[in-house]
Every structure is written in structure tokens, then in C-alpha cells.
């Protein structure tokens, strides 16, 4: 006698969302979550194995919403209209996350802080350089990430950045990057370039607040282990 793997997969599938409308996501795990976005689209077919698939492929549930439309297509049992589900939940998420960030002050809510970049950057197999623009209020005015790669690159760091911040008529910046590594602990290179950046926004009436480096689940921050400050001070001692 042959199982009817439609009602069985259906069974399993609506056990799923009892549990997400009872509870939310907790007790959940990340290739559930996958699975269920993906029945979204695809209302009769078991998806558990095409979740299991992407999230060993892609290591991550962060991982899966940032993998492109093909390299998720190329991963079985995941189509086009799959795809379409899992951006636009992430676009979403990332829109809620945005507007609820702009309307706090992220001077006095580090916590929120770092999980909003965490959850920007955070899990990126890339190195990201991120930039808060405030506001003379300190509120934000937007978050965008200006580069990619590493740092060794650094003089073209903070004319590229002070150029952005003078459209947006930035009074004080934020910065950010991630270091895939999971170590947050700041290089050499990253020292430097935050001090020429407090340099080259002092220069032009900015203020850097903060230098926050992402790692595992972690963070470091220079203005806390004082460097900010430090290199203010030494810009003015040059100015004089």
C-alpha cells in the first residue's frame, strides 16, 4: 500500500505554521524557516529537503537571503517563484529594520545598533564599509554600504565617503565594517583609515561617533577603546 506523500507533506506543512502562529519562530530551526517561505510558492510539494540543501550550501540562514537568484535556483527543488518569496522577505525585513533604526537615536542604543548592522553585514562573506549619516540632531538620515572588498585600499576611503556625506548634508557619521573572519578585532589598516577619516570629516565641520566592527555575533568599538576621541584630539592639536 503506497503513502500519499501529498498528505503526508501537507500534515507536516500545516504542523508548521500551528507552531509559527502559536509561538512565532521560536523553537525553530533555520532550515524550517526556509522550508516554510518556500511552501509559500509551492503549495504541494514537499520543500524540507530543497531548505536542508540551501542551508548547507550556503551555511546560513543569512546566508540564504543574501545567495542571488541563481545561485538559489541552482540548488534542487528551488524555482524562480521560490526566489521570488525569499527576496522579498528579505526586502521586507530590511525595510522594517531601516525605518524602525531611522527613528531611534543610535548614539544612545548601541544594542540596536550593532543588531541592525549585524543583521546588514553582519554575515557577509565579504568585507562591507558602511556609513550612518546623522543628522545636527544625531538622528539618521540614511545607511548606505559605500564599499566592498577590503581595506587595504585606503586613500580613497575618505574622499569617496566625505563626498557622500556632503550630498546628504551629514553632520556626523557613523562607520561600520565586517570582518568575515568572526574576529572583530581592529587591524592596523582599520586603525589607520579611521583616523584619517576623523581627519577628512574634521577638516569639512563632521563628527565621527563611532567605528563599529562587526564579527561573530560581536563587535569591537573604537570610539568605547577611545580612539575616536584620541584622534579628535590630535586633529586639533594639529589645527592649531
Known amino acids: 500500500m503506497k503513502t500519499d506523500t501529498s498528505k503526508k507533506g501537507e500534515g ?16 525553530f530551526h533555520d532550515y524550517e524557516v526556509i522550508e516554510l517561505l518556500l511552501t509559500l510558492a509551492t503549495p504541494r510539494k514537499d520543500c524540507k529537503e530543497a531548505a536542508k540543501t540551501a542551508l548547507n550550501k550556503f551555511k546560513s540562514l543569512q546566508g540564504v537571503f543574501e545567495a542571488s537568484p541563481a545561485e ?20 521586507a525585513a530590511d525595510r522594517y529594520l531601516e525605518k524602525r533604526f531611522v527613528e531611534a537615536d543610535p548614539i544612545n542604543n548601541s544594542r540596536e ?12 562573506d565579504r568585507e562591507c564599509f558602511l556609513v550612518i549619516f546623522l543628522n545636527a540632531k544625531n ?20 574622499r569617496e565617503v566625505v563626498r557622500s556625506a556632503l550630498e546628504f548634508r551629514a ?11 568572526g574576529d572583530p578585532a581592529p587591524s592596523p589598516e582599520d586603525i589607520a583609515i579611521t583616523r ?44 592649531l
Open 12 to 27: 507536516h506543512r500545516s504542523r508548521l505554521r500551528e507552531k509559527f502562529l502559536k509561538s512565532g519562530l521560536s523553537g
Open 72 to 91: 538559489l535556483c541552482r540548488v534542487s527543488g528551488i524555482g524562480p517563484k521560490n526566489v521570488f518569496g525569499l527576496k522579498l522577505i528579505k526586502a
Open 113 to 124: 545598533l550593532f543588531d541592525y548592522l549585524y543583521h546588514r553585514i553582519g554575515e557577509r
Open 139 to 158: 538622528r539618521v538620515i540614511t545607511t548606505q554600504i559605500l564599499f566592498e572588498g577590503t581595506l587595504t585600499a585606503g586613500p580613497v576611503y575618505p
Open 171 to 181: 553632520a556626523a557619521l557613523i562607520f561600520a565594517h565586517n570582518h568575515p573572519s
Open 196 to 239: 584619517r577619516l576623523v581627519f577628512a570629516a574634521m577638516v569639512v565641520g563632521m563628527t565621527v561617533h563611532e567605528h563599529l566592527i562587526i564579527g561573530n555575533h560581536r563587535y569591537f568599538s573604537l570610539a568605547d577603546d577611545g580612539y575616536i576621541k584620541k584622534f579628535q584630539r590630535e586633529f586639533r592639536s594639529v589645527s
